[in-house]
């Protein structure tokens, strides 16, 4: 019985996933330096800065019903690739989130 219950364990928890975030890049080899910190990243869901920018790449977030979760990931993603914010922010009721990381010219 102690099998049984340990097996059935096992598996809900195999089920379960860590949040994460993917970033994929706009241009192959292209890199930035990382100059704004997570909690400075500028979100912007549906309109577009008024600053020029430049589109390093795509980046998802998933994992998680809770969308500040998903928006943190996101910015600390956006942040690590030398973004300075974030545009076309789109959170889905499955838990996943898009967005297209900018650096500001």
């Known amino acids: 019985m102690r099998k049984q219950i340990w ?3 096992s598996l809900i928890l195999a089920g379960c996933v860590t949040p994460e975030a993917q970033f994929a890049p706009a241009q192959r080899d292209s890199m930035y330096p990382v100059r704004t910190p997570p909690g400075q990243i500028e979100l ?36 690590d690739v030398g973004g300075d914010a974030l545009i076309g922010i789109d959170i889905d009721a499955t838990g996943n989130a898009t967005a297209s990381v900018i650096r500001f010219e």
């Open 44 to 79: 912007y869901r549906s309109q577009s800065p008024t600053k020029k920018f430049t589109e390093l790449g795509a980046v998802n977030a998933c994992c998680s019903h809770d969308s500040n979760v998903l928006i943190e990931l996101l910015k600390r993603k956006a942040a």
């Open 7 to 9: 097996f059935g364990l």
